[in-house]
């Protein structure tokens, strides 16, 4: 069985091969990016691990609601935040159907409700959407123009979605 704890600075180089596996090559984020946002919010990064072997991975980090950062960007640090964004999960494809996902969204929803956080948050890619929206995401449309434009650069078929904690 495999098990979810916090990411570690030694894991970087599993969860960059895990991203470029999972991934297609318009959503690589660099390994200093990803490193960037282990350093940034390690208390909220997670991974799934199996006998020595990244399983999956989620980062996330306290965000408000309807503010999206574009692909590649730092993220956001907010006084006032009321969502927990899950910026990236990934899993192995030799993970799948064992849940890893629901387990690392699980950490998500502790973690957010600790913090008194409302809800969560991400963007859907990859025609990911159905999967979240059985973990009760919904789209939220409700976006200034700035986040609107933030959303177009993880592409056109992206999709903001939210749930409450």
């Known amino acids: 069985m495999f098990q979810i704890r916090l990411m570690q600075v030694a894991d970087l180089g599993k969860v960059v091969r895990l991203q470029d596996h999972c991934y297609a090559d318009e959503f690589y984020e660099s390994p200093q990016v990803v490193s ?3 350093m940034l919010y390690p208390q909220s990064c997670w991974v799934a691990e199996y006998q020595d072997k990244i399983w999956g991975y989620l980062f996330t980090y306290p965000s408000k609601l309807s503010q999206i950062n574009p692909l590649g960007a730092e993220f956001g640090q907010y006084e006032q935040a009321n969502c927990l964004y899950l ?18 969204l699980q950490s998500a929803l502790a973690y957010a409700g600790t913090l008194g956080l409302a809800h969560l948050a991400l963007v859907a890619v990859q025609n990911s959407a159905s ?35």
């Open 87 to 104: 910026h990236d999960m990934a899993v192995s494809p030799d993970a799948r159907g064992q849940g890893v996902a629901s387990a690392l």
């Open 36 to 38: 960037q946002r282990l």
């Open 131 to 165: 999967f979240w929206q059985q973990q009760h995401f919904i789209s939220h449309t409700a976006l200034g123009e700035q986040a609107r434009a933030a959303l177009a650069t993880y592409g056109s078929q992206a999709l903001y979605l939210v749930r409450p904690v």
